[in-house]
């Protein structure tokens, strides 16, 4: 009998630090995306393009090659790396600040024309690096710093469902909403992670992955109550699920 | 023997706690000492081999600190 390794940090991390906030799930799904690009044998032949915002540095902590976009295009920048190398796998890593703020058009077309890239989008309902601004994702009645009485409808609008609007569009071929606050739903995220790559990989379509993440620090909760916070108010307004599925089977 | 134990790279470690609250044995606690960083990292705590490496801190981690080790039979060698 010996020890073994069970888990262990992915081949397609750079051992790099985070430069996260403690608790914050960004980390979680770095983990997961590598893990997924090393089961698919993929790290020398893919491309992140990181998003304005917390993880602008995100090509820093993979050992993949990658760039960043200018704010909310980080899918029109993949669209051009894809067409011009349609050989390589071109993920982007996004906030909702940057993929539903600034960048809804970019985000929009690009799904409707159906390009061959992933799209990982962290919705956490704030602008996180700029200090808690609200964001089109901010529930109703929440409180940042731009909105100190609380979210309400007829001052600010309703959240935007992103997955909701992306759904009805036919260039779609993955599409799921789902979160990493408990150890049964970083599994799942890690299937539809993979199969929206897949959808990359079988040429089907875009793909996208909205992860419902935490900011401890701007909502002002520690790690534990962010991610309770999670089940109690933001599955109510974006609830969990797969929207669009062309992929099959993982195979 | 312990069926299986953890290993926590103290310095990559932001004491966020969620290894330490999803735990099932409720092994791992904050440790007395700071790191270079001043948090105070997660520790492994288990002198009772309770530990049976299902990897939940591994999950759950943020900042991919842990690595979770199991004991496996040797290739040809008899239990």
Not at chain 1, 8 to 25: A, D, I, R, T, V
Not at chain 2, 38 to 46: F, I, L, M, T
Request: proline share 5%.
């Amino acid at each position: 009998m010996e020890y073994k390794v069970a888990y262990k940090m992915p081949e397609s991390l750079s051992k790099k630090q985070f430069s996260y906030c403690p608790g914050c799930h960004h980390g979680i799904v770095h983990r997961l995306i590598a893990e997924v690009i090393d089961e698919l044998g993929i790290r020398e032949k893919t491309i992140i393009i990181a998003p304005v915002g917390c993880s602008v540095f995100a090509y820093e902590f993979f050992e993949l090659d990658g760039t960043v976009a200018a704010h909310g295009r980080a899918l029109a920048v993949a669209t051009g790396m894809k067409r011009a190398r349609p050989d390589l796998v071109v993920f982007t890593y996004q906030g909702d600040g940057d993929l539903a703020a600034i960048g809804t058009a970019e985000t929009i077309h690009a799904a409707n024309r159906g390009e061959r890239v992933t799209t990982i989008f962290i919705n956490n309902a704030i602008y996180g690096m700029t200090g808690g601004q609200m964001a089109p994702t901010t529930l109703l009645g929440m409180k940042t710093t731009t909105s100190p009485y609380g979210r309400a409808a007829e001052r600010e609008g309703y959240p935007i469902h992103v997955c909701e609007v992306l759904k009805e569009l036919r260039g779609v071929a993955y599409l799921a909403r789902t979160k990493v606050n408990s150890p049964k739903d970083v599994i799942t995220t890690k299937k539809h992670i993979k199969k929206a790559f897949l959808a990359q990989l079988k040429d089907l379509g875009f793909g996208l992955v909205e992860v419902l993440s935490t900011c401890p620090t701007n909502w002002g909760m520690d790690p534990l109550r962010a991610g309770k916070w999670i089940d109690e108010h933001m599955v109510k307004e974006y609830p969990l699920g797969v929207f669009v599925d062309k992929v099959g089977e993982e195979k | 023997m312990k069926k299986a134990y953890i290993e926590i790279d103290e310095e990559r470690c932001k004491g966020c706690g969620l290894c330490i609250n999803i735990c099932p044995q409720k092994i791992i606690r904050f440790s007395e000492r700071f790191n270079s960083k001043g948090y105070h990292p997660a520790e492994q705590n288990d002198p009772e081999g309770k530990c049976n490496g299902c990897g939940f801190c591994y999950m759950m981690c943020p900042d991919v600190c842990i690595t979770v080790y199991r004991l496996a039979p040797v290739r040809g060698e008899t239990q």
